[in-house]
């Protein structure tokens, strides 16, 4: 949205360069190429065409306008995001909180993403009352049953389906038939449009309080680095000219 259409490079995040994975990048870039207009964005230090200094340099000469993305920045949009929630005063969640699906796969999971849920989910004990999907490919799907990884993600109830995106699984017995029903997701994507396709209530947050969500407690709070302000850098998002 700051960017206005413009193609964005964002500048700050090259510290964490070793701590973002190809994960970490297409769930960032499928969450912005959802709520905003620009089919591009560059990451200095990261992304392809943005890793050396060099090129970096090049892009912001070319700048047209920059923002400073700031904490509030970044609360306010997970508030966005988190738009399901629910609270009897303060930070207390009370009941009508209460997840009745978790998505996982928006993007497909990769294999990286399946090892990380069956290792939590192996720690883990569904609610029967909660509902848990999830979308990959057939390719990823052989992969991890060869590894082993869906044999566990099925024993704690996960249930899978291949080759199709949740943009397109919009009624029951996918999406819970209760109008109050929530929705859980790790994914910034499904948490933009996943109200509007489903009218249902969204939950974000991370894989791991996704699986915490899928064991019936409510008690969903945002991150620690988000409550603490840590881990919150200032960044500089600046929109390149067309």
């Not at 988190?82 to 930070?91: E, M, T």
């Not at 497909?108 to 939590?120: F, G, Q, R, V």
């Not at 699984?169 to 994507?189: C, E």
């Not at 969204?202 to 008690?219: E, I, K, Y």
Request: charged content about 20%; overall charge negative; proline content about 5%.
């Amino acid at each position: 949205i700051l960017s206005d259409g413009k193609l964005p490079i964002i500048v700050g995040l090259e510290l964490m360069e070793e701590d973002i994975s190809q994960d970490d990048l297409k769930a960032f870039c499928a969450a912005f190429g959802t709520t905003g207009s620009s089919p591009l964005v560059h990451i200095a230090g990261i992304t392809p065409e943005a890793k050396q200094l060099s090129p970096v340099g090049i892009l912001l000469e070319t700048c047209t306008q920059r923002v400073e993305i700031t904490y509030d920045d970044v609360r306010k949009s997970y508030e966005m995001l988190d738009s399901g929630r629910s609270s009897s005063g303060g930070d207390e969640e009370d009941s009508s909180s209460a997840v009745e699906l978790v998505a996982f796969g928006n993007p497909h999971l990769s294999l990286d993403e399946c090892s990380e849920l069956a290792l939590l989910m192996s720690q883990a004990k569904k609610d029967s009352k909660v509902k848990v999907m999830a979308t990959l490919s057939r390719h990823v799907y052989d992969l991890a049953h060869q590894r082993g990884y869906i044999e566990i993600m099925e024993s704690f109830g996960v249930q899978f389906i291949n080759d199709t995106c949740w943009c397109m699984l919009l009624d029951a017995p996918i999406i819970p038939p209760n109008p109050r029903a929530h929705v859980m997701t790790n994914s910034g994507k499904y948490a933009h449009y996943g109200p509007g396709l489903t009218n249902r209530g969204l939950r974000f947050g991370s894989m791991a309080q996704c699986v915490h969500a899928a064991t019936g407690d409510v008690r969903l709070t945002p991150p620690q680095w988000l409550t603490q302000k840590r881990g919150i850098v200032s960044l500089c998002a600046s929109a390149l000219s067309r």
